[in-house]
């Protein structure tokens, strides 16, 4: 005679709730634009920046790469509302959007450690 195991539950429930359609679209369309190693680069020299606002002048120099180049990756990141830009004479400067940067965090941040915070 075989004996029988008890039934177990193979995986815990999640906690919290899971992300609408609007945020998975929303969260699809900032990861695309972050695919781009330059783009990343880009966006880390700005939060080093702190707030301040850097020339487009900087990023090729320590991107090494062309001013148009430069230009077309930062013309993405602003359009999807991660940058601010402000014209001073005939230079771009570029900052981080810190209520961008709030709501990625808020979007792939781990349910539990929201709700400790």
């Known amino acids: 005679m075989r004996k ?6 193979c995986c815990t ?9 609007e945020d998975a679209a929303e969260l699809e369309r ?11 680069k880009i966006l880390n020299i700005l939060l080093r920046a702190r707030g301040q606002a850097v020339c487009v002048c900087e990023f090729t ?19 999807a509302g991660l940058l601010d830009r402000e014209k001073r004479g005939t230079f771009a400067y570029f900052r981080v959007r810190p209520e961008a940067m709030e709501r990625l965090h808020s979007l792939v941040e781990p349910a539990t450690l929201a709700k400790a915070v």
Request: charged share 25%; hydrophobic share 45%.
């Open 61 to 79: 120099d320590q991107l090494d790469l062309a001013q148009p180049t430069v230009s077309y990756h930062l013309k993405l990141l602003r359009e």
């Open 13 to 21: 429930p999640l906690a919290g709730s899971s992300l609408s359609d």
């Open 4 to 9: 029988r195991l008890p039934v177990i539950a």
């Open 30 to 40: 900032l990861f695309k634009v972050l695919a781009d190693r330059n783009r990343v």
